[in-house]
């Protein structure tokens, strides 16, 4: 069965840092997801992401972070300057037809991110 | 907005018995409803959703759940638990034609023999 998988399963960096996750969603969707879950909280949406451009963004996702879709297989989240409180668990997800009701979002492994 | 509770944070049960996953939401408008699981080290995997019609929804590995338009809940339920369902399950809700889902803060089900 495809599967959307992501790399590194685990990141350490230095707080000021950039980092960049990455994410292969299954290979005919066509819309990307990110979401987070700080430990102890919920699982929050980040962004989504269709033919090049974001569709929605959270009140999270500012400035320090950005997505592209560099190639036609990966997808990326970059955070350009990691805070402390960036420290998350990052799900990758995808879907072949965004908002529609019979999709299925499908999720990666997620990255775990720790900032020092 | 609409939001999810999960009632439960924790839920240990033992193996053969059966298991009841609480979640409640509250959104202005319809939702459709999710129930996600995260097996060790993996991903979240979708067990089952409701979208509209028959109430009782059945899933994946034996799991069903009701929707309770009344009582803005969708309790996920399964009748005899195996050590393989040791797991976090996420209860989620999405807006039609809205594409993110929203979460609640999981519960962790944890089956002994």
């Known amino acids: 069965e495809p599967e959307v998988t992501q790399t590194p399963s685990h990141q350490v960096t230095q707080m000021g840092q950039e980092v960049i996750l990455r994410c292969v969603p299954i290979s005919n969707h066509l819309y990307f997801y990110w979401y987070r879950q700080i430990l102890g909280q919920k699982v929050e949406f980040l962004v989504s992401?269709?033919?090049?451009?974001?569709?929605?963004k959270s009140e999270i996702f500012d400035d320090q972070f950005s997505v592209e879709r560099p190639d036609g297989s990966n997808f990326t989240l970059k955070i350009r300057s990691t805070k402390l409180e960036d420290s998350a668990m990052y799900f990758c997800?995808?879907?072949?037809?965004?908002?529609?009701?019979?999709?299925?979002?499908?999720f990666g492994p997620g990255t775990r991110l720790t900032v020092l | 907005a609409q939001s999810v509770t999960q009632l439960d944070s924790q839920v240990p049960v033992f193996e053969e018995a059966p298991v009841e996953l609480r979640c409640n939401y509250s959104s202005s408008v319809s939702v459709y409803l999710f129930w996600y699981v995260q097996y060790p080290n993996q991903g979240l995997q979708l067990l089952l959703k409701y979208l509209s019609g028959s109430t009782l929804v059945k899933g994946i590995n034996g799991f069903e759940a009701e929707f309770n338009k009344s009582q803005t809940s969708f309790h996920l339920r399964k009748p005899s638990v195996h050590i393989s369902d040791t797991a976090e399950y996420f209860c989620?809700?999405?807006?039609?034609?809205?594409?993110?889902?929203?979460f609640g803060a999981g519960t962790t089900v944890t089956v002994r023999a």
């Open positions: 992401f269709y033919n090049n451009e974001i569709s929605e």
């Open positions: 989620a809700v999405r807006r039609p034609n809205d594409y993110k889902l929203s």
């Open positions: 997800a995808s879907t072949q037809l965004g908002a529609s009701g019979t999709d299925t979002q499908y």
